[in-house]
C-alpha cells in the first residue's frame, strides 16, 4: 500500500472538518428520488452507486442535479446519522451547497474527483477547500 | 460579499439558529454566482409544499425552523399541496393528510400563507421592476417575461431563507445586464392553441437550457405565454423570455422553430392513444379567463362516466368565477383548488391514462406520476370528457 499523501486543492463551500473512505461516483446525483432519506441509500435507477449506503462516506461526485427538496433529503439523513461526513464535487450546485450548509456538513469543490478512488482514506477541509487523500485503496 | 451590520449580526446567530441558517444560505448562494450585496425583496413564493414531493424529509427541518421562531420578513406565499380540502382529502389515507396538514402547518407557523397556488401572481400582480425570490419555475418565467418582475429561479430552500430574511443575494436576473436576450428565435410556423405554445416551449427548454431568449414577435395571449413559458421552465432552466425582439439589432445567435418541431415536441408528450379515465386542466393554476374558457366548452353537456375532469385553480380564481365555476360543475366536473395532477397521488386513484392541455404535466407526468400522457387542447379534452 502506498503512503503518498496527496492534497488536492479546490473551493471551501461548507466549513467544517471531515474524514473517512471516500466513495465516488462519476455520475450527477439527485438527492430527491436518487436516495432513500430513510436509509441513506442511494436508490436511483442506473446509478453507479446504486445500492451504496451513504453512511460515514465523503461522498465524492461530478455534481447534483434535479429538485432542490434534494437539500432537505441530505439534511435528512445526515440528522439520523445515515449520512456523508462530508461531501466532494467537481462543480456544487445549488442543491448539494444547500443540503450540506443547513446539515452542517463540510463541502468542497472544483477538485478532480478522477484523483480520487472508492476506499481511498480522506480528510477534508472545508474551510481551506482542500482534500487530502491521506491512504490510497489498494 | 457586503453585509451590513444588521446581517452580519443575523449571520453570527445573535437572531437565532433559525435566521443564522436562512442567512448562511444566502450569503453562501450569493458567493457561489457572484453577489456582492443582498437586497430586499417584495415577495417570496415557495414551491416544497406537497407532502407527495416533500416526503418525510423535510419535515424535520421545517419543524426545526418553525420551532426556534423563523418568521417570514416579507410577504410569502405557497405552492399546491397533495390535496384539496373537499374532494381529494377524502380520497386518501388519514395518515397522508395529517402529514400534508402538518407541512402546511409549519409554514404558516412562520407566517407563510397559504395560498396554496402556483400562480401567486392572480393573488397580487408584481409590479414591473419590483424584486422577488419565487421558486416555482413557472411562476418566475411568468413574473419576469409577462409581468416585467425580477426574480432568480429560486430553488425550495432558498425561497424559504429569502421569506425569513426579507432579501435575496444580488446576482442573475435581478441584475439588467443578465436580463438581456442571449438568442432569437424564430418561429416559422402559427400557433394556433395552447398547446402548440407549450410543445414550443419543451422543444426550446432543451435547446436553450438558460438561455435568455427573444422571440421575432409572439403575440399569444397571457394565457398562451404561460403556457410557453411553464413549459420551457420545465425541459430547460430558463428564467425568462423576451416577446419582442431587441431594439437594438446586437449580434445574436438564431435559431428558428419549423412546424414539424412543434409536431414532435406535441409528439414526445403523447406517450399513448389510450382514452384516458382522468382529463386534467389546469397547470399552471388556471387564470379567471381560462374557467369561463372552460365553463363555455362545457356548457349543457355531461361528464361521462368512468372519466373524471379536474379544473383545478386557486381559491381566489375559483370564488371570483362562481357562476363558472357552477356550470362546470352542473356538468359533472371538478373545480378543485389548492392542487393538481403534478403534486397528487393519481396513481392510487386508479388513473392509468390522463389527458391534459398542460405541456408541462404531460412532460413530468410519466416520471412523477407514472401515468401515461396525452396532450391536447382544452377544446379537444372537453370533448374527450364529456358524452357526445
Known amino acids: 500500500m502506498k503512503?503518498?499523501?496527496?492534497?488536492?486543492?479546490?473551493?471551501?463551500?461548507?466549513?467544517?472538518?471531515?474524514?473517512?473512505?471516500?466513495?465516488?461516483?462519476?455520475?450527477?446525483?439527485?438527492?430527491?428520488?436518487?436516495?432513500?432519506?430513510?436509509?441513506?441509500?442511494?436508490?436511483?435507477?442506473?446509478?453507479?452507486?446504486?445500492?451504496?449506503?451513504?453512511?460515514?462516506?465523503?461522498?465524492?461526485?461530478?455534481?447534483?442535479?434535479?429538485?432542490?427538496?434534494?437539500?432537505?433529503?441530505?439534511?435528512?439523513?445526515?440528522?439520523?446519522?445515515?449520512?456523508?461526513k462530508a461531501i466532494v464535487n467537481q462543480v456544487a450546485d445549488t442543491v448539494v451547497v444547500v443540503g450540506a450548509i443547513i446539515a452542517e456538513i463540510p463541502m468542497v469543490d472544483q477538485i478532480d474527483i478522477a484523483q480520487i478512488k472508492t476506499g481511498d482514506i480522506v480528510e477534508v477541509d472545508g474551510d481551506k477547500g482542500t482534500v487530502k487523500i491521506a491512504r490510497e485503496a489498494s | 460579499?457586503?453585509?451590513?451590520?444588521?446581517?452580519?449580526?443575523?449571520?453570527?446567530?445573535?437572531?437565532?439558529?433559525?435566521?443564522?441558517?436562512?442567512?448562511?444560505?444566502?450569503?453562501r448562494l450569493g458567493d457561489l454566482y457572484g453577489a456582492t450585496r443582498l437586497i430586499p425583496v417584495q415577495s417570496a413564493h415557495l414551491s416544497g409544499v406537497s407532502y407527495k414531493h416533500l416526503g418525510d424529509a423535510a419535515i424535520g427541518f421545517l419543524n426545526e425552523v418553525a420551532s426556534k421562531g423563523g418568521k417570514a420578513q416579507t410577504k410569502a406565499t405557497l405552492n399546491p399541496s397533495s390535496f384539496d380540502p373537499e374532494y381529494l382529502v377524502k380520497r386518501y389515507s388519514k395518515e397522508r393528510c395529517e402529514k400534508q396538514q402538518r407541512i402546511t402547518q409549519l409554514y404558516q407557523k412562520m407566517l407563510i400563507?397559504?395560498?396554496?397556488?402556483?400562480?401567486?401572481?392572480?393573488?397580487?400582480?408584481?409590479?414591473?421592476?419590483?424584486?422577488?425570490?419565487?421558486?416555482?419555475?413557472?411562476?418566475?418565467?411568468?413574473?419576469?417575461?409577462?409581468?416585467?418582475?425580477?426574480?432568480?429561479?429560486?430553488?425550495?430552500?432558498?425561497?424559504?431563507?429569502?421569506?425569513?430574511?426579507?432579501?435575496?443575494?444580488?446576482?442573475?436576473?435581478?441584475?439588467?445586464?443578465?436580463r438581456r436576450p442571449t438568442v432569437l428565435i424564430k418561429v416559422e410556423t402559427g400557433l394556433k392553441t395552447e398547446t402548440d405554445y407549450g410543445a414550443l416551449g419543451i422543444h426550446l427548454g432543451k435547446l436553450l437550457k438558460d438561455k435568455i431568449p427573444a422571440f421575432e414577435g409572439l403575440y399569444g395571449s397571457d394565457d398562451e405565454l404561460k403556457q410557453l413559458g411553464a413549459a420551457m421552465a420545465s425541459s430547460g432552466m430558463t428564467a425568462m423570455f423576451h416577446t419582442r425582439r431587441p431594439r437594438k439589432q446586437e449580434k445574436l445567435e438564431k435559431i428558428s422553430v419549423e412546424s414539424k418541431d412543434i409536431e414532435e415536441a406535441t409528439s414526445s408528450l403523447c406517450t399513448t392513444t389510450e382514452a384516458p379515465n382522468l382529463v386534467?386542466?389546469?397547470?399552471?393554476?388556471?387564470?379567471?379567463?381560462?374557467?369561463?374558457?372552460?365553463?363555455?366548452?362545457?356548457?349543457?353537456?355531461?361528464?361521462?362516466?368512468?372519466?373524471?375532469?379536474?379544473?383545478?385553480?386557486?381559491?381566489?380564481?375559483?370564488?371570483?368565477?362562481?357562476?363558472?365555476?357552477?356550470?362546470?360543475?352542473?356538468?359533472?366536473?371538478?373545480?378543485?383548488?389548492d392542487t393538481c395532477v403534478l403534486v397528487t397521488w393519481i396513481k392510487d386513484l386508479n388513473v392509468h391514462t390522463f389527458m391534459t392541455n398542460s405541456a408541462k404535466t404531460a412532460f413530468y407526468a410519466p416520471t412523477l406520476n407514472e401515468v401515461a400522457t396525452t396532450l391536447a387542447p382544452a377544446t379537444n379534452c372537453i370533448k374527450v370528457a364529456c358524452k357526445s
Open chain 2, 113 to 178: 400563507q397559504p395560498t396554496l397556488t402556483c400562480t401567486p401572481y392572480y393573488l397580487e400582480k408584481p409590479k414591473p421592476g419590483q424584486h422577488l425570490a419565487w421558486s416555482e419555475s413557472s411562476a418566475v418565467v411568468y413574473a419576469n417575461s409577462v409581468l416585467g418582475a425580477w426574480t432568480n429561479r429560486e430553488g425550495s430552500p432558498s425561497a424559504l431563507a429569502a421569506a425569513l430574511v426579507g432579501k435575496t443575494p444580488d446576482y442573475g436576473v435581478h441584475q439588467l445586464q443578465n
Open chain 2, 280 to 337: 386534467f386542466l389546469g397547470c399552471p393554476h388556471c387564470s379567471g379567463s381560462e374557467v369561463k374558457r372552460v365553463a363555455g366548452l362545457i356548457k349543457g353537456k355531461k361528464v361521462r362516466e368512468g372519466v373524471e375532469l379536474w379544473v383545478c385553480t386557486s381559491r381566489r380564481i375559483r370564488e371570483r368565477m362562481r357562476s363558472h365555476v357552477d356550470t362546470i360543475e352542473r356538468a359533472g366536473g371538478h373545480v378543485l383548488c
Open chain 2, 1 to 27: 460579499m457586503y453585509l451590513t451590520k444588521q446581517e452580519e449580526r443575523m449571520l453570527n446567530g445573535e437572531q437565532g439558529w433559525a435566521y443564522q441558517v436562512a442567512m448562511k444560505i444566502l450569503v
Open chain 1, 3 to 84: 503512503e503518498p499523501k496527496r492534497t488536492l486543492r479546490g473551493r471551501g463551500i461548507a466549513p467544517g472538518h471531515g474524514s473517512g473512505a471516500a466513495l465516488v461516483s462519476r455520475m450527477p446525483l439527485s438527492f430527491l428520488g436518487g436516495v432513500d432519506y430513510n436509509s441513506g441509500v442511494v436508490v436511483e435507477k442506473n446509478h453507479d452507486l446504486k445500492g451504496e449506503l451513504l453512511k460515514d462516506k465523503i461522498l465524492c461526485f461530478p455534481s447534483g442535479h434535479g429538485s432542490t427538496v434534494g437539500s432537505y433529503v441530505l439534511y435528512s439523513i445526515v440528522k439520523k446519522g445515515l449520512g456523508p
